[in-house]
């Protein structure tokens, strides 16, 4: 094994799927690429990191809500694009042609061509760490889409796209809460 910078110590974990966070400050939406996401745990909560830096961070902190949607890999140069600018002074849904679909329960809206939009209300900000942490308060798939597979940011500009799905659920299934 040859070392890596401790610097790039990251890219060895970095979580994806890349996703798209939607926003709206009450006069506009917004969407930002945010590769940095986890699961909580078994209950639909979820969080991102991202902070000052982002346009769309002022609305998640005025609004206390967003949707996380689930772009697939036909979206890639979309999710580059979008990350790659502001919403400060671009119109992300027009440039990048992302259609605005309303949401049943937070303003800001899914995107209807991505695979799956959750929607969440923001239920605790970590600043130190530049985390926001999520609840989701409903859900949406597009389950007749024909390409499902995400993306996975490597952190150096380079993706890892989703191979086949393998299943164990019958091995874990005695391990898993009730419900799932």
Known sequence: MRQLKLSKAFTLIEPGPAVFVTTNDGRKNNVMTISWTMVLDFTPVFAITTGEWNY???ALRKT?????AIPTVDLLDRVVGVGMCSGADTDKFSKFRLTAVSAKV???PLIAECLGNIECKVTDIVSRHNIVVLEAVAAHIDAARKEKRTVHA???GTFIVDGRKLDR???MASKLPAGL
Do not use: E, W
């Open 64 to 68: 206390r809500q967003c949707v996380i």
């Open 169 to 171: 659920g019958k091995m």
């Open 106 to 108: 937070v303003k800001a």
């Open 154 to 156: 490597v952190g150096d």
């Open 56 to 58: 769309s961070y002022a």
